[in-house]
């Protein structure tokens, strides 16, 4: 429930003061007549009961009546956008070397993901689109502005869903711009992390990150790893143990000239801070306004609440001019 007009509820301190009133200085709280011998009104007398009562009536009334002005309403209101802000294809890199240990707590994946679902969370007004690759690549969630969707799509992403010994960057970009190739938005965005180079698939990414250029898709990408390497989890004959690798093999200069191609810029994330401070960078970078129209469906609901008030007040009136009547 909610109100039209809630700054009138204020209104409702009024209840303190005026029960207070009513207790000390009330009309009920004072004798009307002056008797040195009070049993002579006999029958007349009513007692502490019946101003209480009166008196608690009226404070209901009192607050009925805010109630009602106050304009209760129930129903429902809804936003619609007009036409989707941006569109944006987010691209995740699951091969096996995400697993590595250097974004403490987690392994790259996992604050990858941690980080892809607080930008998604941003992203009120837009349709967001999910892309994995590792060996090859594919569409694991298409552009949608269902964030609930997405966000259940991410929570099921893991190493192992596509071959994860090679890394096809190039493929992973040219999925992605099919996907933005027919959009409408005013804005098309690509938002690509990795920690590796392209050692698979027929697509060169500088070519690909060109040809997502000419169709008006903008390219950031994001290099993940920190500079001394990680500790990576290996299985072996004794069960899994934690071996320390190098920095992985990740090709800047070919990510840069990606996102120079696409008009982007490139980032390198080598912990779990700066990686959400990336994200929240480009987050800002691609604010776009949208017109919202705003439908509302509200029905009032201070009929039961005045029905109420009026019933109480004339029990009030006829109560104290009959069985509660004051002299004279």
């Known amino acids: 429930m909610t109100f039209a007009r809630p700054a009138l509820l204020w209104l409702l301190l009024l209840v303190i003061p005026l029960g207070f009133y009513e207790g000390r200085w009330g009309l009920w709280s004072r004798a009307t007549l002056t008797f040195s011998h009070t049993p002579l009104l006999g029958p007349l007398k009513k007692g502490f009961f019946s101003f209480r009562l009166l008196s608690f009536l009226r404070l209901v009334v009192f607050v009925l009546g805010v109630v009602a002005l106050a304009r209760p309403q129930e129903g429902q209101s809804r936003q619609e956008s007009t036409t989707p802000a941006t569109d944006i294809v987010l691209i995740l890199d699951i091969s096996d070397s995400m697993r590595s240990l250097d974004f403490a707590p987690k392994d790259r994946l996992g604050a990858a993901l941690d980080v892809l679902k607080e930008f998604v969370k941003a992203r009120t007004h837009d349709r967001l689109g999910l892309v994995l690759f590792a060996r090859y690549a594919f569409t694991q969630c298409p552009l949608t502005a269902d964030q609930g969707a997405l966000l259940g799509f991410l ?100 990510l840069r000239r990606v996102a120079e191609a696409g008009g982007g810029k490139y980032f390198r994330a080598t912990d779990m801070k700066r990686l959400r401070e990336v994200y929240k960078e480009i987050d800002a970078l691609e604010k776009t306004d949208v017109n919202v129209v705003t439908f509302s469906n509200y029905k009032d609901r201070y009929f039961p609440f005045l029905i109420t008030m009026v019933f109480l007040l004339g029990l009030e009136m006829v109560l104290s001019r009959t069985l509660f009547r004051r002299i004279p």
């Open 155 to 254: 929570d099921k992403v893991k190493i192992g869903l596509v071959d994860e010994r090679q890394t096809a960057i190039g493929s992973a970009l040219a999925v992605a711009a099919g996907r933005l190739k027919s959009s409408a938005a005013k804005s098309k965005v690509i938002v690509l992390l990795t920690d590796g180079n392209n050692n698979a698939g027929d697509v060169d990414p500088i070519t690909a990150g060109k040809a997502a250029a000419a169709l008006g898709i903008k390219i950031y990408t994001v290099g993940a790893g920190s500079t001394e390497g990680g500790l990576f989890p290996v299985d072996g004959l004794l069960g899994r143990r934690l071996v320390r690798v190098p920095e992985q093999d990740l090709d800047e200069a070919t």
